[in-house]
């Protein structure tokens, strides 16, 4: 089974941009959908992004096109986040997630507080 975890949030500026990782180990992480979901305080899960296994077909929320993206390198089993244009409703828990045979996993979150 796939394990996941999510690195490098932090504290960015509105309009500033931010790209973390979130590592997989484990069989078979090219056959796992892969994406992001956030949580904002106050609010419940929104979805964010997904990704299919091979990389060449994403996923996203309204609100996240044309600002964020998702890819993969199944080489280094790391699924990536980019984000531009940063918003102070932004701020959230970031949480990578995947779907494959086994069922569903997710990573442990990191946050990402953007300032005005």
């Known amino acids: 089974q796939v394990q996941l975890v999510e690195s490098g949030g932090g504290l960015v500026q509105a309009g500033g941009s931010l790209r973390f990782p979130c590592a997989a180990s484990?069989?078979?992480?090219?056959?796992?959908?892969m994406g992001w979901f956030r949580q904002a305080p106050g609010k419940g899960s929104e979805f964010v992004a997904a990704?299919?296994?091979?990389?060449?077909?994403?996923d996203y929320a309204d609100s996240m096109k044309g600002r964020f993206t998702t890819s993969r390198d199944n080489a280094k089993n790391t699924v990536y986040l980019q984000m531009n244009s940063l918003k102070p409703e932004d701020t959230a828990v970031y949480y990578c997630?995947?779907?494959?045979?086994?069922?569903?996993?997710w990573g442990q979150g990191t946050q990402v507080t953007v300032s005005s």
């Open positions: 484990g069989r078979h992480f090219s056959n796992y959908v």
């Open positions: 990704i299919n296994g091979k990389g060449d077909s994403t």
């Open positions: 997630w995947g779907v494959g045979a086994g069922g569903r996993v």
